[in-house]
């Protein structure tokens, strides 16, 4: 007969208060004293079969209607087995609190031991309620609307049953080419260093046991942004010091702030699958960077290693995932069939498997699991909080910060509230679904606020909408692409006749939200289909035109930039984002957004990012030679730089100054300057500084972030803003490999944007 302690999680947690009282361990030894929460978790873990600390290591993704008939055949009817018998260790997809329930139920009181599943879900920017997409939250700049818009979606998802996410993404993107840059920070890794904290610290908030918390996952380690040819999935080779200066810095930040569950990624990175990279996941994550939480494989990327050519089967796979430190197999199914045996086999030590299952043990008596498996299923809870009132006012906020403002020529922008014949035009000014984004899974269709509906709360002004011309055609369900249209333009006409009779035309253009994300790289970064030609004609007729762009990455957009007096970037902004762009758009909210990923004129200069390499033959000033760096068609310079965004209020940079020309190790110098607003409303600005060294043992960049201020002022109003440079922040991976900082001559650059010119030079004596 079974042990009546071995039934269910809170007889698991009894046992381990009678062990740790008795002499199976000693209550004297300084180990437990130190560290409680292991001793949990070696207590349980005595107990368990090699076969039960390899399912600890099993995720499957949701296998069948819960509610319905138990699955009798298949591979259905083979996972509900292993669930049963205590060889699944969590599951992704499942969601609401019934079929969680259910689930954990099974898991609790009908296996062996009783040990409790997460329940993972791609929880990415929003649960039901949805923020803007991470790279228009990035636009912010607002690290605390970042975490508060994180926590909003980790208090709606764990209502509904869910302890984990499988965000932030904190892949540094420079090539837009690639459809995940929507769910990524952008280019920088300061900014998105600082970025991966703020979301880790929202999902998981102070206290991981607390119901309104999920688990963060920092994805996907590491490289997966620089695919070639900004191709999803392609392969990416590196040097080391790109991937230790570049690459890493956000993962790096992501362990700091104490995220608990890290992802490796589909590209292999140098040759060797992410997946199955023991360099990535034992040395650095696990070695030197002492991350004592657990690594999930992406989706089905253990077994993806035979296609890559570097294993020959699933065992194979498996064995090199498992020897690589990739804990957790996420639906390959290969570490459930094929570790017991490795082991057997002596190709897989038992102690990694031990490893792997105590780390994920562990993080689950974090999450307060073993206490009380069923934490997360409260049904009152899950009416009450679902789609809550505070959290549509939590979204708005963010969505109205993330918007950038990228053009305005004679003040077009803010608008009349009185008096005036708008013409809104544009299949995406009146959809309710594409504003919601790429991944946002668990939302309902048609559920955002349009521009139309959020221009309509206004009324003041004549409004009169025309469609023009549909974006995307045909299937844009989740799984499907997107069709573009190319080729009808029916109701053109239509358009240009209402644009002719209006004051001022608003024009809704970009990409649909299924035109991002993964899997949906693009070749052609300009506006897709007939866009261009719809807003050439209309502009034709009318040039007192306003362009909102709706996209999820950035657009090459050159003729819009020469004609176009007014250019807003409004993203994809969830489900406020139709009021939060007419709040900009007539004043309300005065924009405050800045670029978090370099916009190019043409989509032949990608990659393209503004922390580039001077190279030996930089730009000249004088078109005297064709042999220096350049293209012979086009400039080198961005659209719009790393950095730019525009404001109703106008500022003044001045008086940089330093507090000393020189420091010394362990010493510092304070940099401040002089910002003012000259216009007539208030606004913020992000004050940024950037730092070049311009020697090192390796070749260094021509400008660096390393830090930025927001802050907010009157007409006229003037502040300094002092920021603080130290031995830490001019570090970086050297050639002596290793992070230090090394005496020679800098130069300090404050200002708007990436482009800012006001700047000084001061010496690092070490």
């Keep these: 007969m079974r042990n009546k302690f071995l039934f269910t999680s809170f007889a698991i947690t009894a046992f381990v208060f009678v062990a740790c009282s008795s002499k199976i361990i000693n209550p004297s030894v300084s180990a437990v004293q130190r560290n409680p929460l292991e001793t949990r978790v070696d207590s349980v873990f005595k107990l368990m079969t090699l076969e039960e600390k390899v399912g600890q290591l099993n995720q499957y993704n949701g296998f069948w209607d819960i509610t319905g008939p138990t699955p009798k055949e298949g591979q259905a009817a083979k996972k509900y087995e292993d669930l049963k018998k205590g060889l699944v260790g969590s599951m992704l997809n499942v969601k609401g609190v019934k079929d969680v329930k259910a689930l954990q139920k099974i898991a609790v009181e009908e296996t062996r031991l009783g040990i409790p599943l997460i329940f993972g879900f791609d929880v990415i920017h929003g649960y039901k309620t949805i923020s803007p997409i991470p790279l228009a939250e990035a636009a912010s700049w607002d690290l605390e609307a970042i975490k508060k818009s994180a926590a909003i979606a980790a208090e709606e998802a764990s209502a509904v049953g869910l302890n984990w996410t499988f965000a932030p993404m904190v892949d540094v993107s420079r090539d837009a080419r690639w459809g995940r840059v929507m769910e990524g920070a952008g280019e920088d890794p300061f900014l998105g260093s600082k970025i991966a904290v703020a979301r880790v610290q929202g999902f998981q908030g102070d206290d991981l046991a607390a119901n309104n918390t999920i688990l963060a996952c920092a994805k996907h380690f590491a490289g997966y942004a620089f695919a070639e040819s900004g191709r999803d999935y392609n392969t990416v080779d ?52 002492k991350f004592d939480g657990f690594v999930v494989s992406d989706w089905g990327s253990i077994n993806e290693m035979i296609a890559h050519g570097y294993a020959k089967d699933s065992k194979h796979a498996a064995e090199i995932a498992i020897n690589a430190g990739s804990d957790m197999d996420m639906e390959s199914s290969a570490y459930v069939e094929h ?196 807003l050439e004609e209309i502009f034709k007729v009318n040039g007192n035109l306003v362009l909102v762009l709706n996209n999820g990455r950035p657009l090459a957009i050159p003729w819009a930039d020469e004609h176009i007096p007014a250019i807003v970037e409004a993203w994809q902004l969830g489900t406020q984002s139709g009021n939060a762009i007419a709040q900009v758009l007539y004043g309300d909210y005065n924009p405050s957004g800045k670029l978090p990923m370099t916009f190019p004129r043409n989509v032949g200069q990608l990659p393209m990012y503004y922390n580039y390499k001077n190279t030996g033959r930089p730009v000249m000033t004088e078109a005297e030679s064709v042999f220096w760096s350049h293209y012979i068609d086009e400039k080198n310079t961005p659209l719009y730089p790393f950095g730019h965004g525009l404001s109703y209020s106008k500022f003044e940079y001045s008086d940089l100054q330093l507090s000393s020309k020189s420091f010394a190790k362990e010493g510092k110098i304070e940099v401040s300057v002089q910002i003012k607003n000259t216009g007539k409303v208030t606004g913020k600005e992000v004050v940024q500084m950037y730092i070049r060294d311009l020697i090192g043992s390796i070749t260094r960049p021509v400008k660096e972030l390393k830090g930025f201020e927001m802050i907010e002022l009157q007409p006229d109003e003037t502040k300094k803003i002092t920021f603080t440079i130290d031995e830490k922040t001019i570090q970086y991976f050297t050639a002596n490999a290793k992070w230090e900082a090394e005496s020679g001559d800098f130069k300090v650059f404050i200002g708007g944007s990436s482009a800012t010119t006001l700047e000084d030079n001061f010496q690092f004596i070490n």
Aim: glycine share 8%; charged share 25%.
């Design 238 to 289: 590196m040097s080391e010091t790109t991937l230790q200066n570049t690459i890493f810095p956000p993962f790096k930040a992501a362990v700091d702030a104490g995220v608990r569950t890290f992802m490796n990624s589909f590209n292999e990175l140098n040759g060797v699958p992410a997946t199955g990279n023991p360099y990535l996941q034992r040395q650095i994550l696990k070695g030197e960077w």
């Design 339 to 534: 570790l017991v045996a490795l082991v057997k086999e002596g190709k897989v030590k038992e102690s990694d498997i031990d490893d792997a299952a105590k780390r994920i043990l562990k993080v689950k008596f974090e999450l307060g699991l073993f206490d009380d498996p069923y934490r997360y299923c409260d049904e009152n809870r899950e009416r009450e909080t679902v789609g809550k009132t505070e959290f549509q006012e939590g979204v708005l906020d963010v969505a109205k910060k993330s918007i950038v403002l990228l053009k305005n020529e004679k003040e077009i922008l803010p608008l009349k509230k009185s008096g005036q014949k708008i013409a809104i035009i544009g299949a995406l000014a009146n959809d309710k679904t594409s504003p919601l984004g790429s991944w946002r899974i668990a939302a309902d269709d048609n559920s955002a606020i349009s521009v139309l509906e959020g221009m309509q709360n206004y009324k003041g002004n004549q409004i009169t909408y025309a469609k023009g011309a549909d974006v995307a055609v045909g299937r844009t369900q989740f799984i499907w692409e997107t069709k573009i249209n190319t080729t009808d333009k029916s109701e053109f006409a239509e358009a240009i006749a209402v644009a002719k009779k209006a004051d001022v035309v608003i024009m809704v253009l970009g990409e649909h939200g299924l035109q991002s994300g993964e899997g949906r790289s693009r070749s052609d970064i300009g506006l897709p289909g007939v866009q261009q030609e719809l």
